[in-house]
């Protein structure tokens, strides 16, 4: 999976073709610019965006995006970290401290 960084939202991955086909995974991703992509360990369709504007999560492998809130204020994302024990989502911010989401079986909550 490779994202362009400080460039309009754009992630492609090369599904098992090692770089000879590239699929886009925007899909309806608004974000301006994407810092980081996390895929879940233990669920392939469960991807996690950090943007320039906050959380964004796919339950389906990039299909589809929605904004993961939990009261997070709008912030740049510039990291995300799963917790392999946990199943904590830890998104580090830009000016706005540190915020840790709950995942759970494939299921985000928020």
Request: overall charge neutral; glycine content about 10%.
């Amino acid at each position: 999976m490779v994202t362009g960084t400080m460039i309009t939202a754009r992630i492609f991955m090369s599904p098992k073709t090692f770089g000879d086909s590239w699929t886009s995974l925007v899909a309806d991703l608004r974000s301006s610019t994407i810092n980081v992509v996390r895929e879940h360990p233990g669920n392939p369709n469960l991807l996690f965006v950090g943007a320039e504007d906050g959380v964004f999560v796919s339950t389906d492998r990039g299909k589809s995006w929605s904004r993961l809130n939990n009261n997070m204020p709008w912030a740049p994302v510039d990291d995300l970290e799963i917790h392999p024990r946990d199943n904590d989502l830890v998104a580090g911010t830009h000016g706005r401290g540190v915020w840790i989401f709950w995942v759970m079986s494939g299921r985000y909550l928020t």
